[in-house]
């Protein structure tokens, strides 16, 4: 019988709805992977809703943790971390030593890092340390690397003209480390107004893929998380990058359109498992 991997999701924890760790480990054991949440941050909402209680994890728990489970001789059997949303650029290295700590466990072990930094227009935005952190050091160590357009462009210190420009500034992601970028989320002039497009890039091929846009009152949340986690999954199963980016398009879309047609503003993980699992719909990538 195949193993079923394991995966330390280290991100925010909401308790009501769904972002970080909140929108990521279920589809990510519903897709048939283990999960160890290890909750950055435990908010009652996302901050989308402009107000929230809650706590930020101190950044020495996150090695003392994964030193916990070191010592009751588990840590091996992790093969993939992942990180998203950063409460300040000291959890940042406190992730980056646990990696560490993991890598002499299993000198496999594969490293995601989303590098959140928010979306201005949506009230949300980290701190320059952050993007800082990310983009000098966790760049440095990470195998795959999956920022929407604003990151991409924060990376690179300039937005795209055009696709090209997308592409290029992808690949030159690629010469930090990553063996794959994944762009979760493209915007560039002229892009088709009634697509949604990512970007696959690996050292041997860029891959374009188009969806439709479904049109949302206010934008879902927790979309990029989602994203992140369910490629990592799909990596870990055995999906080769073009595709594990190909399944995670359509499981998305599925939840997306769940989400639409419930009229909600969280994300209908629990109604849409089924097609998370086992999408309807394939979107092929396109090489460019
Ligand atoms: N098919 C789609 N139609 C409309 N909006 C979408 C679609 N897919 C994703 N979105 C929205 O696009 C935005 C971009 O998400 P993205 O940049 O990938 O990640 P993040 O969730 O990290 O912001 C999100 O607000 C998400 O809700
Ligand atoms: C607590 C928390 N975590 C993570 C996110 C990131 O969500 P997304 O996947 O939409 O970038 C948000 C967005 O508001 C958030 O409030
Ligand atoms: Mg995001």
């Not at 003209?161 to 290029?168: A, E, G, N, W």
């Not at 041997?204 to 998380?225: C, I, T």
């Not at 047609?261 to 990538?285: G, K, N, Y």
């Amino acid at each position: 019988m195949k193993r079923t991997p394991h995966l330390l999701a280290i991100q925010s924890h909401v308790v009501f709805g769904h972002a970080g760790n909140s929108a990521a480990v279920f589809p990510i054991q519903r897709v048939g992977v283990n999960v160890w949440p290890l909750n950055t941050v435990q908010f009652s909402n996302h901050t989308q809703y402009g107000q929230w209680a809650g706590e930020v994890l101190e950044s020495a728990q996150i090695p003392a943790l994964v030193e916990g489970i070191a010592t009751i001789g588990e840590l091996g059997r992790c093969d993939a971390v992942l990180s998203g949303y950063l409460g300040s650029a000291a959890q940042g290295r406190a992730i980056l030593q646990g990696l560490a700590r993991i890598k002499a466990a299993n000198p496999k072990v594969l490293y995601l890092c989303d590098p959140v930094m928010g979306h201005p227009e949506k009230g949300c935005s980290v701190a320059p340390e952050v993007s800082h952190f990310l983009l000098e050091e966790a760049a440095a160590v990470a195998d795959f690397l999956c920022p929407n357009q604003l990151e991409l462009n924060s990376f690179a210190g300039y937005p795209p003209r055009s696709l090209q420009d997308c592409v290029y500034m992808a690949r030159s992601l690629l010469a930090r480390g990553p063996q794959a970028v994944l762009v979760k989320h493209l915007d560039y002039p002229g892009k088709a107004a009634d697509c949604f497009e990512m970007l696959l890039v690996t050292a041997e091929a860029n891959w374009h893929l188009q969806r439709p846009l479904l049109a949302f009152p206010r934008q879902p949340v927790g979309v990029g998380d989602l994203t992140s986690g369910l490629f990592l999954a799909r990596l870990l199963l055995g999906d080769e990058p073009l595709a594990a980016f190909e399944f995670t398009a359509a499981a998305v879309h599925e939840v997306l359109l769940e989400t639409q047609a419930c009229a909600s503003w969280e994300l209908e993980l629990v109604r849409a498992q089924d097609r998370i699992a086992h999408p309807r719909q394939r979107f092929a990538a396109v090489r460019l």
